[in-house]
T-cell receptor, first 113, second 110 residues
Framework: DAGVIQSPRHEVTEMGQEVTLRCKPISGHNSLFWYRQTMMRGLELLIYFNNNVPIDDSGMPEDRFSAKMPNASFSTLKIQPSEPRDSAVYFC???????????FGQGTRLTVV | GQQVMQIPQYQHVQEGEDFTTYCNSSTTLSNIQWYKQRPGGHPVFLIQLVKSGEVKKQKRLTFQFGEAKKNSSLHITATQTTDVGTYFCAGVDYGQNFVFGPGTRLSVLP
């Protein structure tokens, strides 16, 4: 299995632009998580899905952030419009069941200038 | 809301010395998970503890879940340079809320 696949690995964009991060979870996993990691705030859970349904989006910073999971093998995290304070590493992770250990992708390093 | 703390924040050890990091939750947990993140890498799942007082071992790593299910520890015996990284605990409470601790960054001097 290739593990959790995220794209792009790096993204540099200008303030105000739309950014879309993509994730392919491990096949057979039914829970998917989006995390953000910064030096100041550490690892923050943004949202997680169970069986493609958003369960908890309380970590989503504000309306500029949205996440979708149209099917079991694909999810997106969108930021529109992006701001410099959104600069961070965004991780996607998946797990076999909701409360089991999660397997992380390699992350997308986002820089908003 | 649920809070998870870890101590120490940083630990520098000489290769061969032991290392322990402690994780404390403000609420009772249904389970606790431990992850390791190498510099520049992504978190890697190590283990999950579910039962009160549970102890699990992985080679030189020993994980323990407290009796009250509010704290946990990770102990590494005879550290090696390959142990360098940040060790995170993640608490899962009975409301199915996930919270990562801030992590303990381990440096191992050869």
């Amino acid at each position: 299995d290739a593990g959790v696949i995220q794209s792009p690995r790096h993204e540099v964009t200008e303030m105000g632009q739309e950014v879309t991060l993509r994730c392919k979870p491990i096949s057979g996993h039914n829970s998917l998580f989006w995390y953000r990691q910064t030096m100041m705030r550490g690892l923050e859970l943004l949202i997680y899905f169970n069986n493609n349904v958003p369960i908890d989006d309380s970590g989503m910073p504000e309306d500029r952030f949205s996440a979708k999971m149209p099917n079991a093998s694909f999810s997106t995290l969108k930021i529109q419009p992006s701001e410099p304070r959104d600069s961070a590493v965004y991780f996607c992770a998946s797990s076999f069941e909701q409360l089991q250990g999660a397997f992380f992708g390699q992350g997308t390093r986002l820089t908003v200038v | 809301g649920q809070q998870v703390m870890q101590i120490p924040q940083y630990q520098h050890v000489q290769e061969g010395e032991d290392f322990t990091t402690y994780c404390n939750s403000s609420t009772t947990l249904s389970n606790i998970q431990w992850y390791k993140q190498r510099p520049g890498g992504h978190p890697v799942f190590l283990i999950q503890l579910v039962k009160s007082g549970e102890v699990k071992k992985q080679k030189r790593l020993t994980f323990q879940f407290g009796e009250a299910k509010k704290n946990s520890s990770l102990h590494i015996t005879a550290t090696q340079t390959t142990d360098v990284g940040t060790y995170f605990c993640a608490g899962v409470d009975y409301g199915q809320n996930f919270v990562f601790g801030p992590g303990t960054r381990l440096s191992v001097l050869p």
